[in-house]
């Protein structure tokens, strides 16, 4: 989950960097491809521009995406001064994406709001994050395993030394006889 806050934050920062001008003009096809080609392998689902009334100036994702968004996340996206970071399930579905959004400022003033859905990429069965979930449980595994084996061998200590005592005894006594 960092990966995906990371991720998200770092894209919806870079995009405010830009004037809401930028998204309008012809850096806009610029700025959407580089996100795109970017952004397509970390899960980019859309990426909105919207105005400072919430007008949407800039959009890069499925048609339909927008209407799937719920209205609160949307209104707290767009009213929200610093990153907001939310997770919702679009209308109709089981995905989760993750929002992130940022206002965009020019000359002290708020010109707009970037929003970015992120989708969590479905963990590969080889990757390197399940490699090291494997790794700590077998470490676990050994590590339990070896202070098991010592504390029984600690625990028989006793009952070693008893029959030893036991056996030398009988020995003595034999010899006595």
């Known amino acids: 989950m960092r990966h995906i806050h990371n991720t998200g934050t770092q894209l919806v920062s870079l995009l405010t960097l830009h004037s809401l001008v930028d998204f309008n003009g012809s850096n806009r096809d610029f700025i959407l491809r580089t ?6 392998s970390e899960g980019l689902v859309y990426c909105f521009i919207h105005d400072n009334k919430g007008n949407s100036v800039t959009s890069l994702g499925p048609y339909d995406m927008a209407a799937e968004i719920p209205t609160d996340i949307e209104k707290k996206s767009l009213h929200t001064m610093g990153v907001a970071r939310q997770v919702f399930q679009p209308i109709g579905t089981k995905d989760v994406i993750y929002e992130f959004s940022k206002p965009l400022f020019e ?3 708020k010109t707009g709001t970037v929003r970015i859905g992120l989708r969590p990429s479905p963990m590969a069965p080889l990757s390197l994050e399940r490699g090291r979930l494997a790794a700590m449980v077998a470490l676990f595994l050994l590590t339990t395993a070896c202070l098991t084996y010592y504390g029984i061998v600690r625990a028989l200590d006793p009952l070693k030394n008893l029959n030893q005592n036991l056996q030398n005894m009988c020995q003595s006594s034999d010899l006595t006889d």
């Open 35 to 40: 996100l795109n080609e970017y952004a397509s």
């Open 107 to 109: 000359n002290g003033q």
